[in-house]
């Protein structure tokens, strides 16, 4: 019982990460192809990875607390 508990929260942990991380990464490809500024790839190359932490743990975060 305590597997299938684990792997129902590791597959929603999971699906709400890429679910969320689709639409930063395509935000920041989009703006990376349109606007081709070499400072400006650096900085959303950075800021996309701290977004993407950020959605990491609140993944974790809203699955955890909701138990």
């Given at each position: 019982m305590d597997l299938l508990f684990n792997t129902s929260m590791i597959k929603n942990?999971?699906?709400?990460f890429f679910q969320e991380a689709f639409y930063v990464t395509g935000f920041?490809?989009?703006?990376?192809?349109i606007f081709d500024h070499k400072t400006l790839t650096v900085i959303s190359?950075?800021?996309m990875v701290i977004l993407l932490?950020?959605?990491?743990?609140?993944?974790?975060?809203?699955?955890v607390v909701s138990l």
């Open positions: 942990i999971i699906s709400t920041f490809f989009l703006l990376i192809k190359k950075y800021l932490l950020f959605i990491l743990i609140h993944a974790i975060t809203a699955i």
